[in-house]
């Protein structure tokens, strides 16, 4: 919201450092402290609130040493880390990049196994929580989903040298010079990159 925000007070108003938050590692170090300040912030009372709810994990006792001290331990702690990525990302990224939208996509659906997960244990009395096979299945389901999406979406693309996508006999949506002069192309293509 913010970096929409900016972008539009720099098009129209041409607001002094607006344009910085063009920059992906201004945005990064942005989202860094907002993530810290909201775990440091939210974290201890999201913490203290489990706790007075009772919202804990409850231990067999097995007899070894140290086991009792986990017992109580809040769970649906997850809440806390969802919320130090999630915010930031929504205040900060640039919401139509498509590996934006596939990072939030599966940190929703892992947080909701997740969820799934401590419900059953907290509020079922089930300390087993959701069987194996279903995280498994929700894992492989995601897994899926992301690789579609990899694999389909126009604007997912790998930077490559135009040689080398050419020798491949990968499609080259588009090419360019780069500071050296030598020809760059965006491929699609199913190798793995790091965008």
């Known amino acids: 919201m913010l970096y929409y925000l900016f972008d539009y007070l720099e098009q129209t108003s041409r607001l002094s450092g607006a344009g910085l938050w063009q920059f992906i590692t201004f945005r990064a170090g942005i989202a860094i402290i907002i993530s810290l300040l909201i775990s440091l912030v939210f974290g201890g009372r999201i913490i ?3 706790r007075s709810m009772q919202i804990g994990e409850s231990i067999r006792d097995l007899g070894l040493a140290g086991q009792k001290e986990k017992e109580g331990t809040p ?12 915010i930031p ?18 940190t929703f659906w892992m947080g ?31 897994g899926i989903l992301v690789a579609l999406i990899m694999l389909k979406h126009d604007d997912v693309h790998v930077r490559m040298s135009l040689a080398d996508a050419e020798a491949n ?6 090419s360019f010079p780069n500071q050296d002069g030598e020809q760059v192309a965006l491929a699609k293509t199913t190798l793995t990159n790091v965008p």
């Open 48 to 50: 203290k609130k489990l």
């Open 89 to 106: 990302c929504l205040l900060v990224a640039d919401l139509s990049n498509i590996y934006i939208q596939t990072m939030l996509l599966a």
């Open 112 to 142: 909701a196994i997740g969820g799934l997960d401590d419900y059953i244990k907290v509020f079922r009395k089930n300390k087993k929580g959701l069987k194996g096979k279903y995280k498994v299945l929700g894992q492989i389901g995601l």
């Open 169 to 174: 006999g990968y499609e080259v949506l588009k």
């Open 75 to 86: 769970t649906m702690g997850g809440v806390i880390i969802i919320m130090a990525i999630v």
